[in-house]
């Protein structure tokens, strides 16, 4: 845990102010035997001891109402403030009056004697029972006419009406008393009430000595029911409280200590009741936003969208293959058309295209070269012809000459010849058949 | 406790078992159902608290060995 | 807790299974088929679900109401 | 797979199918024959796949209409 | 194969025999008669292949047809 | 060859022969008779000849003039 | 050779004689005797040339005379 840090001026204000708030502090009695009594100036200094305990006190202007008989080893009842005195650190009783107080030395040291003698039977190690929260009845061990009953009567009326409240009468003071007390509070304890309260308003040590009673410590002690004990003031102690389960400082405090704060309960209830409200409100809202919540996610998981993509999908799918089977086609057929434009060039085309034209030209030259050699031939003749013409021997007869043949021999000479002989003579266009008449020779 | 009917119970049961069920409301693993059969309890206990709250007045009785006697307490008497 | 009828399901039984349905339909591989399924089983938990939140916010509305109702006439019986 | 009739298919095995088919197409050695029969079951599967996918489609509008229609109703009666 | 009737053949079988019967036109040493035969069968495959193929295209136009009407019916049905 | 009669020589073995004779024309020792002789011979082998192509040609012209005929139609049914 | 008739000879035999007969005339010291005797036979193997000369221009003329006469038939009965 961390530690706080203050300065001495804070933590002093602090203590102030605690210490102030507290009211017993501010009004109270304080009882014990006086000592280091002195004065300074009017007022006087002192201190209240009990056992090893020690009160510093302080009483201003206090030679004017001082009771004169009061010295170190007086007994004294102090009423004043506790305050702290801050330039000191220290805090002291600043004391209005002072009383001299019986001396109550023998029933004190009675009172050490029972209260040493129970603490060693170990009657004060008494385990506490627990006060019912809802108490049903309580029991209230008291005198009928006390202010304590009363005010323990009211006390409950105002915070929780819902019980029931026996009284078990019984005298408070007195040498009788503790005996009455011991048979009240077992009739109580008998009566099965939750809770039973033993009380009595303030008073002198006598006065409450008989909760300081063996038999009724005792008693109180055996109690099966939780007892709650409202003896006296704050102040007081007696030994009832000790075994008692709770020890309340008043009676009104007995009876805050035995039951619940119907406005505190009240307030429990509403509250309780608007928070299983609230809780509904927010279970119904919770539940509500979860289902949404899942309603938006089914939504978007619903399978509207993947029906879109898987529609898509589907489609492109039927694309590709109408796509596909169109190419597969379109292919086939494209080839197909080359393979029509092969057949529509191939050889056979070719062939008959070309071929009839080339025999034509064959035939042509077969023509020409037989035509050539045969009028080449006439030609040759031609010109053997007329060079056989050239030499014609019979050429002269053109001019007038005439040959002449005897039996067909040509006569080229007289000799040879005799009369008669026949002959003939050829002119140019015709034969004369004649005879040798006359035979000359040249020269003769 | 539970198989108690709520008409029945005292004002501490009836308490006791308001703030069982708002505890049981609030446990993380409580259902729905469970939660609107708690919610109904609850209000119904609400309602008797509230009744038994507004009904009540204090009876105040001295206990005379075996007899009971009520006793009127006047406020006013009472008045310091 | 699969063969259970929607309409006899707790709200709790039904919003889980509805969890469970969208978590199945996350899941990358499930079919087209079963898309389809589990979006009708999913669609039917949700309106169980509606259905029971519905209820139980009208339930809890009358019994705020008859309270206020009663609360009402006990302040006038009561006078304060 | 390949013996089931395409009516009895799923989605999921009717798309497989048809990716099948496309990928039977693509070969390069499939004959003419072949492409026209691969094309006439691609165009069954994908009627198959389009009505079991317009049939899905239908199917969630319903439910979804059913929904939005109930949910308009329930605000009207919750009257928020 | 070469015996198998050009009217039994298939579009790959009579598309092959085409190509093979091209190559065979155009050899140096083919004869006329033989060139003429070679001519004729060609030309009866090619038309053997063209008569598939436009068997094919018809038929691939018919399925598409029934199937364009087909969906116009459902999309009719469907209320799109 | 040179026995084979005119009338039973094939395409080929005639055009060769046609060209065999008209380049024994050419030759410079040739006799009158000789060439008159073969001059006649070229004469029946070209009327072989041509008779053979022409044949040819009217049946492979034939046969492409129904195809093409054909390609129209088909063209006209096509639509392309 | 010259032993030959003449009417036996071919064309080419009988040019050849008509030319050596031709040179021996136009030698100088022939007679006119000679002369004569050469004129004769130069004559005889002139007209024989000229015989043979004529009828294979005609058998020529008549060879294409034919011809034409078929090609034109031809023609016409192709028609073109």
Same mark, same amino acid.
């Given at each position: 845990?961390?530690?706080?840090?203050?300065?001495?001026?804070?933590?002093?204000?602090?203590?102030?102010?605690?210490?102030?708030?507290?009211?017993?502090? #501010?009004?109270?009695?304080?009882?014990?035997?006086?000592? %280091?009594?002195?004065?300074?100036?009017?007022?006087?200094?002192?201190?209240?001891?009990?056992?090893?305990?020690?009160?510093?006190?302080?009483?201003?202007?206090?030679?004017?109402?001082?009771?004169?008989?009061?010295?170190?080893?007086?007994?004294?009842?102090?009423?004043?403030?506790?305050?702290?005195?801050?330039?000191?650190?220290?805090?002291?009783?600043?004391?209005?009056?002072?009383?001299?107080?019986?001396?109550?030395?023998? !029933?004190?040291?009675?009172?050490?004697?029972?209260?040493?003698?129970?603490?060693?039977?170990?009657?004060?190690?008494?385990?506490?029972?627990?006060?019912?929260?809802?108490?049903?009845?309580?029991?209230?061990?008291?005198?009928?006419?006390?202010?304590?009953?009363?005010?323990?009567?009211?006390?409950?009326?105002?915070?929780?009406?819902?019980?029931?409240?026996?009284?078990?009468?019984?005298?408070?003071?007195?040498?009788?008393?503790?005996?009455?007390?011991?048979?009240?509070?077992?009739?109580?304890?008998?009566?099965?009430?939750?809770?039973?309260?033993?009380?009595?308003?303030?008073?002198?040590?006598?006065?409450?000595?008989?909760?300081?009673?063996?038999?009724?410590?005792?008693?109180?002690?055996?109690?099966?029911?939780?007892?709650?004990?409202?003896?006296?003031?704050?102040?007081?102690?007696?030994?009832?409280?000790?075994?008692?389960?709770?020890?309340?400082?008043?009676?009104?405090?007995?009876?805050?200590?035995?039951?619940?704060?119907?406005?505190?309960?009240?307030? %429990?209830?509403?509250?309780?009741?608007?928070?299983?409200?609230?809780?509904?409100?927010?279970?119904?809202?919770?539940?509500?936003?979860?289902?949404?919540?899942?309603?938006?996610?089914? $939504?978007?998981?619903?399978?509207?969208?993947?029906?879109?993509?898987?529609?898509?999908?589907?489609?492109?799918?039927?694309?590709?293959?109408?796509?596909? !089977? $169109? %190419?597969?086609?379109?292919?086939?057929?494209?080839?197909?058309?080359?393979?029509?434009?092969?057949?529509?060039?191939?050889?056979?085309?070719?062939?008959?295209?070309?071929?009839?034209?080339?025999?034509?030209?064959?035939?042509?030259?077969?023509? #020409?070269?037989?035509?050539?050699?045969?009028? #080449?031939?006439?030609?040759?003749?031609?010109?053997?012809?007329?060079?056989? %013409?050239?030499?014609?021997?019979?050429?002269?007869?053109?001019?007038?000459?005439?040959?002449?043949?005897?039996?067909?021999?040509?006569?080229?000479?007289?000799?040879?010849?005799?009369?008669?002989?026949?002959?003939?003579?050829?002119?140019?266009?015709?034969?004369?058949?004649?005879?040798?008449?006359?035979?000359?020779?040249?020269?003769? | 406790?539970?198989?108690?009917?709520?008409?029945?119970?005292?004002?501490?049961?009836?308490?006791?078992?308001?703030?069982?069920?708002?505890?049981?409301?609030?446990?993380?693993?409580?259902?729905?159902?469970?939660?609107?059969?708690?919610?109904?309890?609850?209000?119904?206990?609400?309602?008797?608290?509230?009744?038994?709250?507004?009904?009540?007045?204090?009876?105040?009785?001295?206990?005379?060995?075996?007899?009971?006697?009520?006793?009127?307490?006047?406020?006013?008497?009472?008045?310091?």
């Amino acid at each position: 845990m961390q530690t706080i840090e203050m300065g001495v001026a804070e933590i002093t204000k602090r203590l102030i102010s605690v210490i102030e708030k507290d009211q017993i502090f #501010q009004n109270i009695t304080v009882r014990g035997e006086v000592s %280091n009594f002195k004065f300074s100036g009017p007022h006087a200094y002192f201190s209240l001891k009990e056992e090893e305990y020690l009160l510093n006190c302080v009483m201003f202007n206090a030679i004017y109402r001082y009771p004169s008989g009061v010295k170190d080893g007086t007994l004294v009842k102090a009423s004043g403030a506790i305050k702290v005195y801050p330039k000191r650190g220290t805090y002291q009783l600043y004391t209005e009056s002072i009383v001299e107080g019986k001396d109550y030395g023998e !029933l004190y040291k009675k009172l050490e004697q029972l209260k040493i003698k129970l603490k060693n039977e170990g009657i004060f190690d008494k385990v506490k029972k627990e006060i019912p929260r809802f108490p049903k009845k309580i029991a209230v061990v008291s005198s009928r006419t006390s202010a304590a009953f009363h005010d323990v009567v009211k006390t409950i009326k105002k915070r929780y009406p819902l019980t029931t409240i026996l009284l078990f009468h019984t005298s408070v003071q007195g040498k009788e008393a503790a005996a009455e007390i011991v048979n009240a509070l077992d009739a109580a304890d008998r009566s099965g009430a939750d809770v039973v309260l033993l009380v009595r308003g303030g008073g002198s040590i006598e006065d409450l000595w008989n909760f300081n009673e063996e038999i009724v410590v005792k008693k109180v002690y055996a109690m099966k029911t939780p007892v709650i004990t409202g003896v006296g003031h704050e102040v007081d102690t007696t030994l009832v409280d000790y075994v008692a389960d709770r020890r309340a400082p008043t009676p009104t405090g007995a009876a805050e200590y035995a039951t619940p704060d119907l406005l505190e309960i009240k307030k %429990n209830i509403e509250l309780s009741f608007s928070r299983i409200v609230d809780d509904m409100d927010q279970k119904i809202d919770e539940s509500l936003t979860s289902i949404e919540r899942s309603k938006r996610r089914l $939504d978007f998981l619903s399978p509207k969208r993947q029906i879109s993509i898987k529609e898509e999908k589907v489609y492109e799918a039927f694309s590709k293959l109408k796509g596909m !089977l $169109d %190419n597969t086609t379109r292919e086939k057929y494209n080839l197909l058309l080359r393979n029509f434009e092969a057949l529509k060039h191939s050889k056979i085309v070719r062939t008959i295209e070309l071929v009839p034209e080339r025999l034509d030209s064959k035939m042509k030259m077969a023509k #020409q070269r037989m035509s050539n050699e045969i009028s #080449q031939k006439v030609l040759s003749l031609e010109k053997m012809e007329m060079s056989l %013409n050239a030499h014609d021997p019979f050429e002269p007869l053109r001019r007038g000459y005439a040959m002449v043949f005897k039996d067909e021999k040509l006569v080229k000479s007289v000799y040879g010849l005799k009369k008669s002989d026949e002959i003939k003579l050829k002119l140019l266009d015709g034969k004369i058949l004649s005879e040798v008449m006359e035979i000359e020779e040249n020269g003769k | 406790m539970e198989n108690k009917k709520v008409e029945e119970m005292s004002f501490e049961e009836c308490y006791n078992e308001l703030e069982e069920t708002l505890k049981a409301m609030e446990k993380a693993d409580v259902t729905l159902e469970e939660s609107i059969e708690l919610f109904k309890k609850g209000v119904a206990l609400y309602k008797r608290c509230k009744f038994l709250i507004d009904s009540a007045s204090l009876s105040v009785k001295e206990v005379l060995g075996d007899l009971e006697k009520e006793m009127e307490v006047d406020e006013d008497d009472m008045g310091r």
